[in-house]
Every structure is written in structure tokens, then in C-alpha cells.
């Protein structure tokens, strides 16, 4: 999902063709779970950074809201 500045240009559409991959699989059972609605829009590593910025706000809410607090 992240990688260190300076990795090869190809370990990074590697890694990030296998995120994406991921992203797909599972992101309809995690909005369900999250209450959001899925949208399309994986393909570039900027529509991934904006999905992990707000995944990383309405999880972060769900778990608050849960009662989750880190140890």
C-alpha cells in the first residue's frame, strides 16, 4: 500500500496492481460493514491515497464510535 521514496518504479506498480486487486475483492464487504457506499475508482495511486485518507477517517469514527480505544 505504501512504499519507502526511491523504490523501483516497477516494485511499485507491483505492489500497487496487487493492492488494487485487493481493494476490489474486498471493499464491498467493508463499506457494508462501514455503512458507506462503495464507489469505483482504484486505478491510479492517487484515487488509492484518497481511499486509504478517508478509509482511514470513517474506520477510525467506527471504531471510536465502538468504544475502541488503542492500548
Known sequence: MLAPTGTPPEVVAALGTAFRAA???SAP???ELAGVVP???YETPDQVMTLVREGVKTYT???RAAGVRPE
Open 29 to 31: 464487504r467493508l463499506s
Open 61 to 63: 469514527d467506527v471504531l
Open 23 to 25: 481493494i476490489q475483492q
Open 39 to 41: 464507489r469505483a475508482g
